[in-house]
């Protein structure tokens, strides 16, 4: 039996009723039907997601780190279909590479936790290949992800994915399902990348400070927490309120911030050349 390795996050799924809830949500299919997709796994394990997608989508790419995993599902998964492995580090992999010209990438793993946040924004980067990514995170991660201006989850992490994905949490799954069981809750979630951006940031460098800056003392107004920034009349000539917290922001209202901190920028700048 294949022994979880700790440093690689490894909690393999094991619960038949969640995996076929999984592959239904989904709903893979073959490269003849759907020759526009390239369904790709990140993390394999043993292959109990691998093997009911290539039944249906016969031909999958996976991308695994661990060695014994993929001697496991070489040796198990011959015959099923077509799998080709590449044995990488999925924080260093270049998945637009597996995208032939004109299709699309169909991502889906079960995410190492200690790593889900830094690979998202990696895959982020690389979202004009990709049509949707159906992940298993921790369940807290995702209510995070998924929350909107008001919520109690709403910070930093959600804000900075609305401009590139919607989010949309499918359902939840308990430690037992997993060996070893985790000792948090999971979600599934599905992640779809904006057919066209849902508001203009002018900087995103501008954007990624304002929204750091906001959340790093999230009970102050951002009259306090953006002074470094923005000043008191700079926040209201963005249209926003300066008394108001980041918590009740909308990440349209981050952007205008950035629009701001950027146009402030270039003025100090004009005036000292």
Known sequence: MHIPRKRFGQHFLHDQAVIRSIVDAIDPRSNASRPEERLVEIGPGLGAITAPLL?????????EI????????????????TLRIHEADALRFEFSSLAPPGAQLRLVGNLPYNISTPLLFRL????????????????????????QAGDDDYGRLSVMLAPWVAVEPLFDIGPQSFRPPPRVMSTFVRLTPHASAPFVIADYRSYSRVVAAAFSQRRKTLRNSLKQLLSMEQIAQAGIDPRARAEVIAP??????????????????????
């Open 124 to 147: 982020i980067e690389q979202r004009q290949h990709i049509r949707d990514m159906h992940f298993m995170l921790q369940k807290e991660v995702v209510d995070r992800m998924a929350a």
């Open 66 to 81: 661990d060695r014994d995993a993929i001697a496991h599902l070489q040796q198990t998964l011959t015959g099923t279909g």
């Open 55 to 63: 039944l249906r989508a016969r031909t999958l790419d996976a991308v």
């Open 252 to 273: 349209a209202g981050f952007a205008a911030l950035a629009a701001q901190v950027k146009y402030e920028t270039a003025t100090r700048a004009s005036c000292h050349s």
